[in-house]
């Protein structure tokens, strides 16, 4: 068995192994020798493009049309090349299809042929034009390089955010460029992305951020004239150099360590040249294909037909017109356990599991050779099995990892071996023919779950998705892939409106995290209206369910939805944009039917636009509100013969209204603002807009004392309110012996605490005392301990018999004020006595 295992395995430095993925089932008018081929990274689709400057009889359109393949020869899509001069043609990270023009604007398709959008490469690239582009991986993501006419090389690290820089120019930029490759390595260790340039026999690094390129110095032994071709491994950390001379240089990519320099024996610049890993070198000339060690060993490959290469991370995909294969270096646990004379634990242990499935004693034998390493011989089988691409193989070394793990306890390893059969059942599954995506484990575990199932989402296969993403556990994984049918769903033309609607409600009514509002959009963006807005019923969030009813002109049920929430935001966005497009007497049957609305509407014109809500009030017949209106106006104003007309219309609508109050308070306002402007006419002072109680108390102020008691009397301001605004008028103009006067006119229908306030305010303690003894009887004590007089609180506590009224006072009374302390407790003691 492991001869059979073993029979595609070849040696180099070490051993790497060639085997077939799929055979191929092209369905194309010409060869692939006429066509320019582009295959994504991780197994992803193959772009097919006639080569122009190929002469071949055209059988079909004589435009080019980009056909776009699975990794099975399937067609996926064609596009019919309309544009400008395509100079190269990659992938992005997303399987997007990126075609780069003469003109330097990158027009991006998906791999179903739909025009995504177009980025320029600037004004310059576009003056000069592009001669060779390139596209490369970093960590910052996919990336795209030009060299246009004038030898100008433009670079940015990431098409889907392109932000373009350029790169020191190269000595004597005239002369032409033989070869040129971008090298991006880790950032960490090493300058982020350079481009390697070459001309004739000199390299440069044009190194992103330098102001200048470096001179570098391969030292290649052999004599030659020119550098004809130069490729980066993908880690960035080695070169390949091809000369006119036949010679393969290997090499670091800092160009200071030589690996070997191998004598190709072809003179002709090989088709096409990269690296397998970062240990081998693949070379394509013609019919053949050549592998590469790092120690100058090599084996040549004859083939049929043509065929085109198409680099991975770990491996090189091989495309023929006749079979899809993959070549890798053999991981080392593989070749531990399936090497010939192999003595490793884990080749021990897939023999017993033969052993054993054959019913044979010798299975114990095997199991006791490898007991002290049982474990590693588990892991090592259960490894293995992730790096073999045949399901038998894959079921071997299982069995084998399965009945090791019988003789051993440890739940970390269950776990790994648990993890590795659901990632095996998945790869098996993408490898099929049916979908086509031939990734190897360690591609896998680089994209990750979520962007694997992205990739199967990308290309419509919802149903494998989903089964993949609960079969993987992911938490959100059912939510994506049904977004995204839905999304796919809407856009189909054949489904009518009630139908797709209805089946996508009843598929996702369950799926939490899904939102209808963004399929509601995508069918909006491909006109079905109609369709949008049946699917935004089963949207459960006003807030995204009503923004875009009103975008697709749905204002009447956008208000019912926005009043149905409660949300007054919402309304007010709706009430916004529905007056802004409708006419006015539209807007306002509208909103009549919707009382929130209406309410909100009356709230937003009371705030904004006064003449609006006394139009709406005129309409409804409200006099009440149209009095208000003017009664605002009248308070807002500073005329007065405008505020008095205001107060007349006020008083109009109020009569109309029946309340008389209204028309009462109206025309009294009326008459006082007519007052007040002459008296603002007398005094040279403003009055106009001010109450009546500030007007009284201004007049005061002036010594009209006869004028003010006439406003009081003429508008029946209450006698305590009038004797207030003199005792405070008087304190503040420190009139003591007028306020004393006032004080004895009559009794004060306000008391006498007002009295004693307004001289504790200004210190007049003194002052207070004359009218602390004519306060109430029930405060008199706490008017007395506010003015500082303790002794006479206590003497009036006493006489009223007040025990609580005394112990306050001795409270209140400072500890400094021993005599004082001594009288209240004379009284306290006394009092006790009398009890």
Not at 264 to 288: F, M, N, R
Not at 504 to 521: F, H, Q, R, V
Not at 622 to 628: L, W
Request: net charge neutral; hydrophobic share 40%; charged share 25%.
């Amino acid at each position: 068995m492991s001869a059979l295992l073993t029979a595609d395995w070849f040696h180099l430095d070490s051993y790497y192994r060639k085997f077939d993925l799929y055979n191929m089932v092209w369905s194309m008018d010409e060869g692939l020798g006429n066509m320019i081929v582009s295959g994504a990274q991780y197994g992803g689709p193959i772009a097919v493009v006639r080569d122009r400057k190929q002469f071949v009889r055209i059988v079909t359109t004589a435009k080019p049309v980009i056909t776009i393949y699975n990794c099975v020869g399937n067609i996926i899509s064609k596009i019919l090349w309309n544009n400008g001069v395509l100079i190269h043609m990659g992938w992005s990270d997303g399987e997007q299809l990126l075609c780069i023009q003469e003109s330097g604007d990158v027009l991006i398709y998906d791999m179903f042929g739909a025009y995504q959008k177009t980025f320029s490469l600037g004004q310059e690239v576009r003056d000069t034009k592009v001669c060779k582009a390139q596209l490369f991986s970093n960590p910052h993501g996919k990336g795209l390089a030009v060299i246009t006419t004038t030898n100008r090389i433009f670079l940015l690290s990431n098409v889907s955010e392109p932000k373009i820089r350029t790169v020191p120019e190269i000595p004597r930029a005239n002369e032409p460029i033989s070869c040129w490759c971008v090298i991006s390595s880790d950032p960490r260790v090493t300058p982020n992305i350079a481009v390697l340039v070459c001309r004739d026999k000199e390299v440069y690094r044009c190194q992103l951020g330098e102001s200048r390129p470096i001179l570098m110095r391969p030292d290649i032994t052999n004599a030659f004239t020119l550098i004809l071709t130069i490729v980066p491994s993908d880690n960035g950390r080695h070169v390949a150099l091809f000369t006119d001379s036949g010679f393969l240089w290997l090499g670091s990519s800092d160009f200071k360590s030589k690996y070997c320099e191998i004598d190709t024996e072809y003179i002709k610049q090989p088709k096409e040249l990269l690296w397998c890993g970062s240990q081998a070198v693949i070379a394509h000339w013609d019919d053949t294909m050549c592998i590469y060690g790092l120690n100058g060993t090599s084996v040549k490959y004859p083939y049929d037909g043509p065929f085109h290469l198409i680099q991975e991370s770990d491996c090189v995909r091989v495309i023929s017109e006749m079979t899809h294969e993959l070549i890798q270096k053999v991981p080392v646990v593989v070749e531990k356990i399936f090497r010939i004379n192999s003595t490793a634990p884990g080749s021990y242990l897939v023999e017993a599991s033969k052993q054993f499935q054959r019913r044979s004693h010798r299975a114990d034998e095997y199991i006791r050779l490898v007991k002290p390493d049982l474990a590693a011989a588990v892991q090592d089988c259960i490894d293995a099995s992730t790096f073999e691409f045949d399901p038998d193989v894959q079921k071997m070394l299982i069995r084998a990892a399965q009945f090791g793990k019988g003789f051993i306890s440890d739940p970390l390893l269950t776990e790994h071996y648990v993890d590795t059969c659901r990632w095996l059942r998945v790869l098996n599954a993408l490898r099929g023919v049916r979908v086509g995506i031939p990734l190897t484990y360690l591609q896998a575990q680089h994209l990750g779950k979520h962007i694997l199932l992205d990739r199967l989402i990308w290309r419509r296969l919802h149903c494998l998705a989903e089964h993949i993403a609960s079969y993987l556990q992911l938490k959100d994984g059912q939510t994506r892939v049904l977004s995204h049918w839905a999304c796919y769903k809407v856009t189909q033309p054949h489904l009518d409106n009630e139908s797709a609607a209805r089946e996508i409600g009843e598929k996702l009514k369950n799926i939490p995290g899904i939102s209808y509002s963004t399929i509601a959009m995508k069918a909006a963006e491909k006109g079905r209206k109609a369709l949008a807005i049946k699917i935004l019923e089963y949207e459960t969030r006003s807030s995204l369910q009503v923004p875009l009813l009103v975008s697709l002109g749905e204002g009447s049920s956008a208000l019912m939805k926005a009043t149905a929430s409660g949300n007054t935001d919402l309304v007010y966005t709706v009430l916004l944009h529905l007056k802004e497009k409708m006419g006015k007497h539209e807007f306002e049957l509208t909103i009549v039917n919707f009382k929130l609305a209406h309410s909100l509407y009356i709230k937003y014109c009371a705030s904004h636009n006064r003449e609006a809500l006394r139009k709406v009030y005129v309409q409804e017949d409200d006099f009440h509100g149209q009095a208000t209106t003017h009664v605002r106006d009248a308070i807002e104003q500073s005329n007065p013969g405008s505020v008095e007309a205001s107060l007349i219309s006020a008083r109009e609508c109020y009569r109309k209204g029946r309340n008389d109050l209204g028309v009462s308070i109206c025309e009294e306002a009326r008459k006082l603002c007519k007052q007040q402007s002459s008296l603002q006419e007398t005094y040279g002072e403003s009055f106009v807009g001010l109450s009546l109680h500030d007007t009284v108390k201004k007049l005061l102020e002036q010594g009209e004392i006869k004028l003010a008691d006439k406003l009081r009397s003429e508008y029946r301001m209450p006698d305590k309110r009038y004797w207030w605004l003199r005792i405070l008028v008087m304190a503040d103009n420190y009139k003591w012996d007028d306020l004393e006067k006032f004080s004895k006119s009559k009794k004060s229908p306000c008391g006498y605490e007002p009295f004693v306030d307004a001289c504790l305010k200004y210190g007049k303690n003194d002052e207070a005392l004359k009218y602390l003894s004519k306060c109430r009887d029930d405060i008199k004590v706490k008017y007395y301990v506010k003015a500082e007089f303790y002794e006479e609180a206590a003497q009036v506590a006493f006489e009223q018999k007040d025990e609580s009224a005394l112990l306050f006072v001795q409270n209140k009374c400072p500890v400094r004020e021993s005599t004082k302390h001594a009288k209240i407790m004379a009284l306290l003691e006394q009092l006790a006595d009398k009890k």
